[in-house]
Structure formats: C-alpha cells, structure tokens
C-alpha cells in the first residue's frame, strides 16, 4: 500500500523505468541521455501542484551580466521564459529558477564530480542575490549555531561568519538536485565518493574541487536507495561545534 508522496514517486520510477528497458537496443549514448532526462522531467511534473505557476523546463539559466550557464537537464521554474527557436530548449533568468536538476543515468566517481562541477558553476557565475523570506535564513543559522540572528557579523568567529555568508547564499539559490537511476549501490559508496570530490588534491586542476565549499555543493544527491542531504537549516539542520569550529553540513541516509 502506497502511503506517502514519496512512496509514489518511487513506484513511478520504477514503472517508467521498465519502459526504458523495453528500449535498451539502443546505444547511443545521447539518446539514452534524453530518455533519462525526459523520465526525471515527467516525474518533476508529476510532483509539482498546477496552482504556482511552475513548470518544468530544460535548457540554460541566465543573469542580468547576460551569462549563461551550463546545459540544464531539468529546471524547475515560474514565469514565462524564451525558448530556443525550434527547439524544446529554454533559457530562464535565475531569478525563476526555483530547482536545478542534473540526471545522470549512472552515477559514480566521475559523473558525480561532473554534476557537482555544474552546481558549482551555477553558484560561482550565475547566482545573484533576491528578496528572500526573512525566516528562511533567521530559522537556519538559529537551528545551525544555537544562536539568535543578527546582521551584525562583528561578534561572531570566522568560522561562523562563513556559516552566515554560505546560508545567505542557500537561501538565495535554487534547489540543486542530482539524480542517478543506476549507480551507487550502497550509502557508504555514495558517501565516499562525496569525501573523495571535495578531498580533490588542490594541486590538480582537472576537477572542480579547488572551487568548492559548502555553498557551492548539491543541496541533494539521490541514487538508488542512497542519499546526500546538505544539513543547511533548510530544512535539516547539521551540528556547528563552537569549541572546534567544525559544522556537520552534509548527512546521509
């Protein structure tokens, strides 16, 4: 029996999987791609409630310096956006982005570290700060710190002056989801790959890791039975130590 929302999107996935399967002649890997892509946007339209405005859109993400971003597999957006001429792409300003999601049909070390460079990418060029719910940071760093907020950073550790800037930053940017169907088949796999992104050696420039903190990393890493969750207050709140300045900002389940 299907009890939560969660539970039902699980068994879609599966139904629509087997479709897939029905297809898995066929090896070119673009094509496999885009049937990944369009299954992780039919389930994001599925999820979302017809009242807001939302829908769900493929393509790049704009800010007001004309930038673009990468290729966006599955974007969660408001508003009206421009679409490519003759094409099912979108460009959409961030300011209307409200969830970022990168599919990979299997994910491991490297389409992990690619994903990642992407969100890192979107945090580092296209980001722009916005009106935002006052609570949304206030709940946050309180739930985080233990303490209550202010906008004066003068008393606060360096450490915890971070914490304030990277929650500001969470508050403004979109949802980052990456989504594997196939992939990691343990938690502790899927953890340790996130240990070896962000422990990159800072003397290889290959990889996106000399770039990366808190903020510029998923807010969720789904795949199979596996997941990241960022511990941002937002809603899951991780533990900052004043007495070692460590914040658990990244949990798994």
Same mark, same amino acid.
């Given at each position: ?29 673009g ?7 369009? =299954?992780?946007?039919?389930?994001? $339209?599925?999820?979302?409630? &017809?009242?807001?405005? /939302?829908r769900? *859109?493929?393509?790049? !993400? %704009? ?12 974007m ?43 969100m890192?990418? =979107?945090?580092?060029r296209?980001? $722009?700060?916005?009106?935002? &719910?006052?609570?949304? /940071?206030?709940? *946050?760093?309180?739930? !985080? %710190? ?16 971070h ?7 969470e ?6 989801i990456?989504?594997?169907f196939e992939?990691?088949v ?11 992104v ?5 003397g ?8 990366l ?6 807010? /969720?890493?789904l ?28 949990g798994?389940?």
């Amino acid at each position: 029996m299907i009890k939560t929302f969660g539970e039902l999107l699980e068994n879609l996935v599966l139904a629509e999987k087997s479709k897939l399967a029905e297809f898995s002649l066929i090896k070119h890997p673009g094509l496999i791609g885009d049937m990944y892509e369009g =299954l992780a946007r039919h389930l994001a $339209e599925r999820a979302l409630t &017809p009242t807001a405005d /939302l829908r769900v *859109a493929k393509g790049k !993400i %704009t800010n007001s310096k004309g930038e673009m971003s990468r290729q966006i597999d599955c974007m969660i957006v408001q508003g009206e956006g421009r679409q490519l001429p003759y094409t099912d792409h979108w460009i959409y300003d961030v300011q209307n982005v409200l969830a970022v999601i990168e599919v990979k049909k299997s994910l491991y070390g490297a389409d992990l570290r690619d994903a990642i460079s992407l969100m890192a990418d =979107l945090r580092d060029r296209i980001y $722009e700060p916005h009106e935002m &719910p006052d609570t949304l /940071l206030r709940d *946050a760093w309180t739930s !985080i %710190t233990g303490l209550p907020f202010s906008d004066d950073l003068s008393a606060l550790s360096l450490q915890q002056q971070h914490i304030h800037h990277t929650l500001v930053l969470e508050a403004n940017l979109p949802l980052r989801i990456i989504l594997g169907f196939e992939g990691f088949v343990s938690e502790r796999g899927l953890r340790d790959a996130l240990v070896e992104v962000v422990s990159f050696q800072d003397g290889d420039t290959t990889g996106p890791s000399m770039r990366l903190s808190p903020g510029s990393l998923p807010s /969720l890493v789904l795949c199979r039975s596996a997941t990241l969750i960022k511990l941002n207050g937002m809603p899951y709140p991780g533990t900052f130590s004043a007495s070692s300045g460590a914040w658990g900002f990244f949990g798994s389940r």
